[in-house]
């Protein structure tokens, strides 16, 4: 993606509207911590089983085939968060994008991984995105943290707004395809 576009991308979502309450955590020199939950009205497992399955609630414009039934999920070690980019033209070949691997998969409890999202996979910056579930009266709390550090080439702080920004959206599709517990329309960090 294009320097000027991805600038244009971060300055676009920052102006976004999200919960006040998920936020960016900290920041540095060299990189940012945005933390955000929801409460959801299903138990672990079946919120488990949403989780990885990534076509069923993730927001089709933060997709390189604008289609998010092309994302997919393996929920191993060393498992790919990956997504179909259908070809085009008279003999279409497909192609692919990696928007992170699995480092940790602990099912109805954790998952790791490791990779840059979005115009972060095209700087040298990498990201670990840590999404835990507890188990809470009536369903379940998903809290998910994203800590990016390395070089990115963006102000840290207009990146680090945009991509909470994003991360906000995927996770409030999550629960929204879940449904929200007692009303739990925002996300909180």
């Given at each position: ?42 138990t ?8 990885i ?12 085939s ?20 259908p ?76 991509v ?26």
């Amino acid at each position: 993606m294009p320097r000027f576009l991805i600038i244009a991308v971060a300055a676009g979502l920052a102006g976004l509207a999200v919960p006040a309450s998920a936020e960016v955590v900290s920041t540095s020199d060299s990189g940012f911590v945005t933390k955000a939950s929801a409460q959801v009205a299903a138990t672990p497992r079946e919120t488990w089983m949403a989780l990885i399955k990534p076509s069923d609630w993730w927001n089709d414009g933060h997709t390189w085939s604008a289609d998010a039934s092309n994302m997919t999920l393996v929920p191993s070690a060393g498992g790919c968060f990956c997504e179909k980019i259908p070809g085009e033209g008279a003999i279409p070949l497909d192609g692919s994008a990696q928007h992170a691997v699995v480092v940790q998969a602990v099912p109805d409890r954790a998952l790791r991984l490791r990779g840059g999202l979005g115009p972060l996979q095209a700087v040298p910056a990498t990201g670990v995105l840590t999404i835990t579930l507890e188990e809470i009266d009536g369903g379940t709390r998903i809290s998910w943290e994203y800590n990016v550090g390395g070089p990115m080439g963006f102000p840290i702080d207009q990146i680090s707004n945009a991509v909470d920004g994003v991360m906000d959206q995927q996770l409030a599709g999550l629960r929204d395809h879940l449904g929200a517990l007692g009303g739990d329309e925002d996300i909180s960090e």
